[in-house]
Nanobody, 127 residues
Framework: QVQLVESGGGSVQAGGSLRLSCAAS????????MGWFRQVPGKEREGIAR????????LYADSIKGRFTISQDNAKNTLYLQMNSLQPEDTAVYYC????????????????????WGQGTQVTVSS
């Protein structure tokens, strides 16, 4: 059974940093792309970063570009999101996702492009 488990969320003051982890298990074949998303209550889930697991190619949303970095450790089957210069507007539940739809040839940042999701981890940034 494929499973994604996020960790590393918490509370931090504005300007601080956090690193999120997403441990993947149950895969026979590695997902070709993985991504990070976030959601605030009452708003749609927002894609913020994705990585292609073979080439390491990355894609970022403008809202976090230059502050967040997505990376992977294939030996540990773990995805990371390093978040620096956090701001109150970054407060959200953060999710990792994997297994892009077959029609998602380039693995974008749309939530509907991914099939498997973790349970989410809360990030709260205070001013």
């Amino acid at each position: 059974q494929v499973q994604l488990v996020e960790s590393g969320g918490g509370s931090v003051q504005a300007g601080g940093s956090l690193r999120l982890s997403c441990a993947a298990s149950g895969y026979t074949n590695r997902s070709r792309c993985m991504g990070w998303f976030r959601q605030v209550p009452g708003k749609e889930r927002e894609g913020i970063a994705r990585i292609t697991t073979t080439s390491g190619g990355t894609l970022y949303a403008d809202s976090i570009k230059g502050r967040f970095t997505i990376s992977q450790d294939n030996a540990k089957n773990t995805l990371y999101l390093q978040m620096n210069s956090l701001q109150p507007e970054d407060t959200a539940v953060y999710y990792c996702a994997a297994d892009p739809q077959r029609w998602s040839l380039f693995c974008g940042l749309g939530p509907g492009e991914y099939i498997t999701w973790g349970q989410g981890t809360q990030v709260t940034v205070s001013s």
